[in-house]
């Protein structure tokens, strides 16, 4: 009776240390949110900082017109005006990962990949790469250190993040002018063009602070989820050739690439894209696997009963999409990289409202999804008709979940350039003794 007393509070003591735990680790990362919207924004900026949310921080209490603004940012038309501009700097990225000697570190250039993608296409500033490679050592040095406990003093993460700030802040508002005064020779309106002229329309022209902070908040919003799943999908494709073949196979078929094996000319088209019915299974399926956050926050509008317990009005609950899609029945064999659970003939996902929920659910979903999924298929594409890739270690790397998921190591990978055949092009020194052997 004593043996079992002592296991009664035993387990009672670990019950009690768990509820304490998982209390403490949503008010501290609740509190880490808020300081995350602190940092990315001004204190002179009025835009208030949204309560119970993941997205965008401009969206919340600002008015009904910001709503509107998104939904042109990330429309359909604004989607096929991008679409050119983000193939060709996935296209140079490319071919610059190819001319390199050596492997190259996945996450981190993926993490330039989409830095460069949201100051060029997104935004439209045309910063000349040298100031570009220093802006974005100087952005990496702010995302290091946006977590940081507000410490103020020498040499702390907090000061090194806020002096980051103010240089980032520095080379947007430079880029915001020139860009304000050089309007010719557009061929599209992108974010900021939508953000300023839907601002005036509404008359509610922004300062040049708020300008800076909405800028600054776009990139942080485009930036470290995207890179993540890049990496994954890379990871992924060079786990499973067959995938990667099959994904050729559908791009043949539609006419994008040659049975020769070189890409066909132009550049590609939303609709084309939304043709491509294996490339969208395989997009799911990484995003299913490894999304880039664990999860989100809400605040509870309403009480409501959840399995017998009752979440009273007020409360900030917190959810979780990994454990989500970990447990989700309609799913089989969930650790399994298997984009067929997506084709027409299973439909995994389609049973059930939120079993499958990578960008968030509800009117809190992530506004930049279709930019995100876009991005992915269109560097899919590229990878699979433009590129051939190893993997430069012996082991695929472990998975860290923080502060976004990406490989420990970056993921090492050699890319070759390919030839109109779709043959590896050595570099001169390796062709060269190629050549002797």
């Known amino acids: 009776m004593l043996f079992e007393g002592l296991e009664l509070v035993s387990a009672l003591a670990t019950l009690a240390a768990c509820l304490v735990s998982v209390t403490l680790l949503l008010a501290v990362s ?8 602190a940092a990315t924004r001004d204190k002179s900026c009025k835009l208030p900082i949204p309560k119970g949310s993941m997205g965008f921080p401009l969206i919340g209490e600002t008015g009904h017109w910001l709503l509107q603004v998104f939904s042109k940012i990330f429309s359909h038309e604004a989607l096929e005006s991008y679409l050119p501009k983000i193939q060709l700097v996935i296209q140079d990225t490319l071919r610059a990962w190819s001319s390199h000697p050596e492997a190259i570190n996945v996450y981190q250039e993926a993490q330039k990949l989409t830095f460069r993608m949201a100051i060029r296409v997104l935004l439209g500033f045309s910063i000349p790469e040298e100031d570009l490679g220093h802006l974005f050592e100087v952005y990496q040095q702010f995302v290091e250190n946006v977590f940081s406990l507000p410490v ?6 907090y000061r090194r993040g806020i002096q980051a700030r103010q240089t980032l802040q520095k080379g947007l508002e430079k880029a915001i002018r020139e860009k304000l005064q050089c309007t010719q020779g557009k061929d599209y309106s992108d974010a900021l063009d939508i953000l300023i002229e839907s601002s005036k329309e509404h008359g509610k022209e922004m300062t040049m602070q708020e300008l800076k902070d909405g800028t600054l908040e776009l990139i942080f919003a485009a930036y470290a989820t995207t890179a993540s799943a890049s990496t994954s999908l890379i990871m992924q494709l060079l786990k499973h050739p067959a995938v990667l073949e099959k994904l050729r196979e559908e791009l043949r078929a539609k006419g994008l690439l040659h049975s020769g094996g070189c890409p066909c000319e132009g550049t590609l088209r939303l609709d084309t894209l939304s043709g491509l019915h294996y490339l969208d299974c395989v997009i799911k399926e990484v995003m299913r696997l490894f999304t880039p956050v664990s999860g989100g926050y809400r605040t509870v509008l309403q009480t409501f009963e959840l399995d017998g317990f009752q979440i009273p009005k007020g409360w900030s609950v917190m959810y979780s999409i990994r454990d989500t899609h970990d447990t989700a029945p309609v799913f089989k064999d969930v650790n399994v990289f298997d984009p067929d ?13 939120f079993h499958y929920l990578p960008f968030g659910g509800g009117v809190r979903t992530c506004l930049g999804k279709h930019l995100a999924k876009l991005f992915l298929k269109v560097l899919a594409v590229e990878l699979a008709s433009t590129s051939r890739f190893e993997l430069a270690t ?3 790397p472990r998975i860290t979940l923080v502060p976004v998921l990406h490989p420990v190591d970056g993921l090492s990978v050699k890319f070759f350039g390919l030839d109109s055949n779709q043959n590896k092009i050595l570099p001169e020194t390796e062709a060269m003794l190629s050549a002797t052997v």
């Open 152 to 157: 103020d003093l020498p040499f702390s993460g």
């Open 341 to 353: 659970r997506f084709g027409q003939a299973r439909s995994e996902d389609k049973d059930g409202r």
């Open 30 to 37: 609740q509190q880490l949110w808020q300081l995350r919207w």
């Open 394 to 396: 012996r082991t695929f």
